[in-house]
């Protein structure tokens, strides 16, 4: 056996080789497949990027429509998941409620665990694809009491999304471009984003041949938490706890600071980025239209703006090279969209399942051995049982 040497957080610890996303911290840069995030953002869709993501190569027409199609084709649950999303009190966190379905959507499917094929990973793929839209408007109507409807599958992927969570009962479902190419450009920001906690997490589970829906829930479990997903609701969290506080940036930045005080500027820093988060970039820029073209005026946003402004100026966050990443502007779009706050980590989710996807493939394909992790013990020494009348 070699020697251990712990590395907590795994900061200098590759876990494998992976030629899906690359990423350059220091630069700023982000690409699926080669494909910079910029390019990508602007001119493809979701659905594309997926494809992408999940197989190496931008789909033709033909590879496309059949993606679509399949997925399509497995749009619907089996009914009695109803009975299971009915079960969640109505307060119940979305993110609990969706890591839940999916788990649960292994027991409806058996035949998705066991994929010794190529064929089967599509199979499962698809399915996946094609029902966890469905888990995820369920999720959201349950919370207000709404009908849990199906969407139209002549739809594209994004707009049957929108439909599926906000169609009203006898009511005409008006689409809005303006949400859904918004939606479209932050799934896809969303996408992937190489080896980080949820997909660490998805890459473990898969690697001891659990299915590919056990690995996305522990994937979607671990996404829930404040320092990784779960930033985006405690961001806007934070926005409105600094209105309600008169605006006060400079009371937060200090609380962020102090280093007794376990409050962090939520949506800023990031693990790997230390000059500019690429995805922020983006995003700040369609926060700003996507709100305008909706007429939504936030003062959230301002509130953001000045505290972004007053962050990049301060020495503590200088010196630390803490700058906005993606989850500092997205829920002020979602927000704008209509979308409750405790949803959020939900839409990240759901942009980052062809990612997870992608990540469970490679590492089946490449056939990684299971993923243990060494320790180095610290515990007592050898000693003899205490009796429980002697302790
Ligand atoms: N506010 C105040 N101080 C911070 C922050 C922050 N948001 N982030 C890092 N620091 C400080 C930290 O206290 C430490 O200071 P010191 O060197 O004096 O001890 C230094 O910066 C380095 O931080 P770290 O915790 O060692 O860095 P990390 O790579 O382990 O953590 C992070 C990265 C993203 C978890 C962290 O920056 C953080 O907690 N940010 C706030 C939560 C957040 O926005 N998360 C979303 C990340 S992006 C999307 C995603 O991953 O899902």
């Not at 993606?326 to 989710?349: E, L, N, Q």
């Amino acid at each position: 056996e070699g020697v251990i040497t712990i590395d907590p957080g795994y900061k200098n610890t590759g876990s494998c080789e992976s030629a899906i996303t690359f990423l350059d911290g220091e630069k700023g840069i982000l690409r699926y497949r080669g494909y910079s995030i910029e390019e990508l953002a602007e001119k493809a869709d979701f659905l594309e990027v997926a494809y992408l993501l999940i197989f190496g190569e931008l789909p033709t027409k033909e590879q496309n429509d059949k993606f679509h199609n399949d997925i399509k084709a497995q749009s619907i649950v089996d009914d009695d998941v109803r009975k299971i999303v009915d079960a969640f009190p109505k307060t119940a966190h979305p993110m609990g409620v969706v890591a839940s379905l999916t788990s649960a959507l292994t027991a409806f499917n058996p035949s998705s665990v066991n994929v010794n094929s190529e064929e089967d990973m599509y199979k499962a793929i698809v399915k996946i694809l094609g029902k966890f839209p469905v888990l995820v408007a369920w999720t959201y109507r349950r919370k207000f009491g709404l009908p849990l409807d199906y969407g139209d599958n002549s739809l594209g992927y994004v707009e049957n999304i929108l439909k599926m969570m906000f169609s009203q009962p006898n009511a005409c479902y008006v689409q809005s471009k303006i949400l859904v190419d918004a939606l479209d450009k932050l799934l896809i920001l969303h996408a992937d984003h190489e080896q980080n906690c949820s997909t660490s997490t998805v890459r473990i589970t898969g690697s001891s041949h659990a299915g590919l829906f056990a690995s996305l829930s522990a994937g979607i479990s671990a996404l829930w938490g404040p320092l990784h997903g779960g930033a985006n609701q405690a961001v806007l969290e934070m926005l409105e706890a600094i209105k309600a506080d008169d605006g006060d940036t400079k009371k937060y930045m200090a609380k962020a600071k102090d280093k007794d005080d376990p409050f962090r500027l939520m949506g800023f820093g990031h693990r790997v980025y230390k000059n500019f988060d690429p995805r922020a970039k983006i995003i700040k820029k369609a926060a700003d239209e996507v709100l305008a073209n909706l007429g939504v005026e936030d003062p959230i946003l301002d509130i953001a703006k000045g505290l972004e402004k007053e962050a990049l100026e301060d020495q503590y966050f200088v010196d630390r090279k803490l700058y906005p990443n993606v989850d500092f502007y997205s829920g002020i779009i979602y927000r704008g969209m209509g979308i409750p706050t405790d949803m959020f980590t939900v839409m990240f989710a759901l942009g980052r399942l062809p990612g997870w996807i992608a990540q469970w493939r490679e590492m089946r394909l490449n056939k990684e051995p299971i993923g243990r992790p060494r320790q180095i013990y610290v515990g007592a020494t050898h000693r003899p049982f205490v009796p429980l009348d002697k302790r």
